[in-house]
C-alpha cells in the first residue's frame, strides 16, 4: 500500500499539481467524483450497471481514492493511522450483537 501512495503522490508531483491541491479543492473533487461513481446506480437495478459498468465504476472508485489519498497527504494524515483510529470509533459506535 505504501509503494501505491508513493506512486500517487509522485504523479501529482511531477506534473507539478501540488500548487492546487489544497484540501478545500480535493475535497470538492472527492465529492465530484463520487457524485460520478453514484451516476451509475441511478435509475434502476443496483445490479444492472455494476455488471454492465464494471470498468467505469472502477475508474470512478479508483478517482476517488486517489483524491484520497491526495488529501491525506496534503494534510500530512497517515492514512493506515487514521483509518484504523476510526476503526475502534465504529467498533464503539456499533458493538457486535451478542446474539
Not at 59 to 86: G, W
Request: aromatic letters at 8%; glycine letters at 4%; one cysteine or more.
Amino acid at each position: 500500500m505504501n509503494e501505491l501512495i508513493a506512486d500517487v503522490i509522485r504523479f501529482r508531483d511531477v506534473r507539478g499539481w501540488t500548487k492546487r491541491n489544497n484540501p478545500k479543492d480535493i475535497a470538492i473533487s472527492i465529492s465530484l467524483e463520487a457524485s460520478e461513481l453514484l451516476e451509475h446506480f441511478q435509475w434502476g437495478d443496483w445490479h444492472e450497471p455494476a455488471q454492465n459498468k464494471r470498468e467505469e465504476i472502477g475508474d470512478e472508485l479508483a478517482d476517488v481514492l486517489i483524491y484520497c489519498i491526495t488529501m491525506a497527504d496534503s494534510m500530512d494524515f497517515d492514512i493506515e493511522t487514521i483509518i484504523r483510529n476510526k476503526m475502534v470509533k465504529n467498533g464503539q459506535k456499533y458493538p457486535l450483537d451478542p446474539n
